[in-house]
């Protein structure tokens, strides 16, 4: 099994930056994808970021250029930095990882003011 902690949500104005962080109850040497996803209010979930084992990411396109997602394995943590937020980006967004089930976070809100 494995649990996942996020932090780093809050309010911010459009334009702003936030670092989300996703703490693990494991080791996630061993896991090979972990990711960030995100659901705003009467939307589904939906993928925003993901990392691989080798530091492979992908990113919706909606996001790139302006998140990062990084992983530290010795932290058991990943991160999502976001920058130059836009209303748009406003959801809870929820840490994930990928082994042998999907595991979730209990997520933590984004809210981008105009």
């Known amino acids: 099994q494995v649990q996942l902690v996020e932090s780093g949500g809050g309010l911010v104005q459009a334009g702003g930056s936030l670092r989300l962080s996703c703490a693990a109850s494991?080791?996630?040497?061993?896991?090979?994808?972990m990711g960030w996803y995100r659901q705003a209010p009467g939307k589904q979930r939906e993928l925003v970021a993901s990392?691989?084992?080798?530091?492979?990411?992908n990113y919706a396109d909606s996001v790139k250029g302006r998140f990062t997602i990084s992983r530290d394995n010795a932290k058991s943590t990943v991160y999502l930095q976001m920058t130059s937020l836009k209303p748009e980006d406003t959801a809870v967004y929820y840490c994930?990882?990928?082994?042998?089930?999907?595991?979730w976070g209990q997520g933590t809100q984004v809210t981008v003011s105009s």
């Open positions: 994930a990882a990928d082994y042998k089930t999907m595991y």
């Open positions: 494991r080791s996630i040497f061993s896991i090979n994808t």
């Open positions: 990392i691989t084992s080798g530091r492979r990411t």
